[in-house]
């Protein structure tokens, strides 16, 4: 049976997380980059589509072509982080479901509509970006996701050999800095945004 998690648990994860504009000098290693994959593939998405896309950019080399999208704010952000993570969205991704949900022909639902499909690979895809951030954050780490970015430049050098593939986000991942953020933006009551009917 499930349990509430505790307070050091909910802090981690939520009240004190933040997002990050800087970070220690601390190497991120590929054993952290697959065990985040391995907690955020297990989120739900509808019929299982899994549409993220991600590539970890932990090379200068890419770095830089990330940090050349960007808007000048976010390019010592991407540069300066152990890594870059670019999520990407596939359109196609109704082609790996006769694999990922076997229970029925889901795949079917999808041919031929391609506006369907690129609703649901962004909504799918977006779901998996906040999986992301969570598994960062339960394995220690902190997240600076942002937009302010050339999404086409970032297809063009990322997703050039993979044209149904369209970036979704791009997010900074390492160790935060707590001097490189600024107080908590306001997160309003219950009542501001909610209604219970």
């Not at 090379?59 to 952000?77: G, H, I, L, Q, R």
């Amino acid at each position: 049976m499930s349990h509430i998690l505790d307070d050091a648990a909910l802090d981690q994860l939520f009240r004190t997380a933040r997002s990050y504009n800087g970070y220690r000098d601390q190497p991120v290693g590929e054993d952290t980059l697959r065990a985040i994959w391995d907690l955020m593939k297990m989120g739900p998405t509808s019929a299982n589509q899994l549409p993220a896309r991600l590539v970890w950019c932990v090379s200068d080399e890419a770095k830089a072509k990330v940090a050349d999208a960007c808007s000048a704010a976010n390019k010592p952000k991407v540069l300066n982080a152990p890594v870059t993570v670019v999520l990407g969205m596939d359109i196609d991704f109704h082609e790996h479901l006769p694999e990922l949900f076997p229970h029925t022909d889901a795949k079917a639902w999808f041919d031929g509509n391609r506006a369907l499909r690129e609703a649901s690979a962004f909504r799918n895809s977006s779901l998996q970006g906040g999986y992301f951030i969570m598994a960062a954050r339960a394995l220690g780490l902190d997240t600076g996701p942002m937009s302010g970015f050339d999404a086409g430049a970032v297809d063009k050098a990322f997703f050039a050999d993979t044209p149904s593939v369209k970036t979704n986000f791009i997010s900074t991942l390492g160790y935060g800095d707590p001097s490189t953020i600024f107080d908590r933006s306001p997160r309003p009551a219950f009542e501001k945004f909610n209604r219970i009917v």
